[in-house]
């Protein structure tokens, strides 16, 4: 396993993965430790850091990385649902279920939208209460700014 850190608007970003891909991206890692296993390894995630940050300054809509989040078997589909959220659009979770064929499972959609382990790059953020904004990993400020930056709330 390896990871980096680097700053970006919202702050220092933590990211670890080894050669099946991305493992875990921590947004506003200043307060996160150093993963205990692996090693520091800056150059391994210039793509990452590349994309993140022309994400979060409007010039990439959709991210072309490696995946390797784990999690069950559920909360993949969910995550891999999740991927098929078009920019600049939301979902509620009761929308998700339904997509899933799991109708009533909102809550169950909303632990593993919570549990993802990849902010940004697996967008959970475009995933809304029925009446209103809902929770977020990182804060619900944080999920409004990410919001309006693609257009899918005012600013």
């Given amino acids: 396993m390896r990871f980096t850190r680097f700053a970006a608007p919202l702050g220092e970003i933590l990211v670890c993965g080894n050669d099946q891909g991305l493992h875990r991206l921590v ?3 200043e307060e ?9 390894d800056d150059a391994a995630f210039d793509d990452v850091r590349e994309q ?3 994400y979060l300054a409007g010039r990439r809509r959709q991210f072309s990385l490696e995946l390797a989040p784990g999690g069950s078997e559920f909360q993949r589909q969910v995550w891999a649902a999740l991927v098929r959220i078009p920019y600049g659009e939301t979902r509620t979770y009761g929308d ?7 109708d009533g499972a909102a ?3 909303g ?9 940004l790059v697996i967008p959970c953020h475009r995933v809304v ?8 990993s990182g804060g619900t400020a944080l999920k409004r700014r990410l919001l ?4 899918s709330l005012p600013a």
């Fill in 27 to 29: 947004l506003a890692a």
């Fill in 32 to 40: 996160a430790p150093d993963p205990l296993e692996g090693q520091r």
């Fill in 52 to 54: 993140v940050l022309g």
């Fill in 96 to 102: 998700l279920a339904r997509r899933l064929g799991r």
């Fill in 107 to 109: 809550r169950a959609i």
């Fill in 111 to 119: 632990a593993a939208n919570g549990a993802n382990p990849l902010p």
């Fill in 129 to 136: 209460a029925a009446d209103g904004l809902g929770g977020y």
């Fill in 148 to 151: 309006v930056l693609e257009g």
